[in-house]
């Protein structure tokens, strides 16, 4: 395993609409585990696979006790609406409030190729809408009022 550079601000791959994985293979597999170290290694709570300059629709995230990893994730529903404050390690320094679904369902594949879907609400909600804006190219400051400076 690997921990990556990630990309930040104003580096134009971010801004890249990821592509759907069509095999999942050792090399999707291995581009995951680096996707986590490197989450991890930075203290995040999510990845997408574009932070670290890989176009695929892959995310990894842990809001605290629960790590989970998405393949071509997909919100099948959404649920309420929450604002809150919300940072990114690709824009970093900053933060803001972004208002998000409370609680959505995501369709995934996991790493053995296998469909499942996940409920998830709160901060686990937030941050999976979040890792999945990534994969079209949006970041939060896109969506945030009460932009600021932190640190
Ligand atoms: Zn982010």
Redesign the pocket.
């Known amino acids: 395993m690997a921990v990556y550079q990630i990309l930040t601000e104003p580096d134009q791959a971010l801004r890249t609409q990821s592509k759907p994985v069509k095999n999942i293979n050792d090399g999707v597999r291995r581009v995951l585990d680096n996707m986590r170290e490197t989450m991890y290694a930075f203290d995040g709570v999510g990845l997408a696979a574009i932070q670290i300059g890989v176009p695929k629709r892959m995310i990894v995230v842990d809001p605290g006790d629960n790590f989970v990893e998405l393949i071509n994730p997909v919100i099948i529903s959404k649920d309420g609406e929450k604002k809150a404050s919300e940072g990114?390690?690709?824009v970093p320094g900053k933060v803001g409030l972004v208002n998000r679904a409370l609680k959505i369902t995501v369709k995934a594949l996991n790493r053995e190729g296998e469909e499942f879907t996940l409920e998830a609400e709160d901060l686990f909600a937030r941050v999976l809408q979040?890792e999945i804006d990534?994969l079209d190219g949006i970041l939060?400051v896109d969506l945030a009022t009460h932009i600021r400076e932190e640190e």
């Open positions: 990114c390690l690709s979040h990534h939060f």
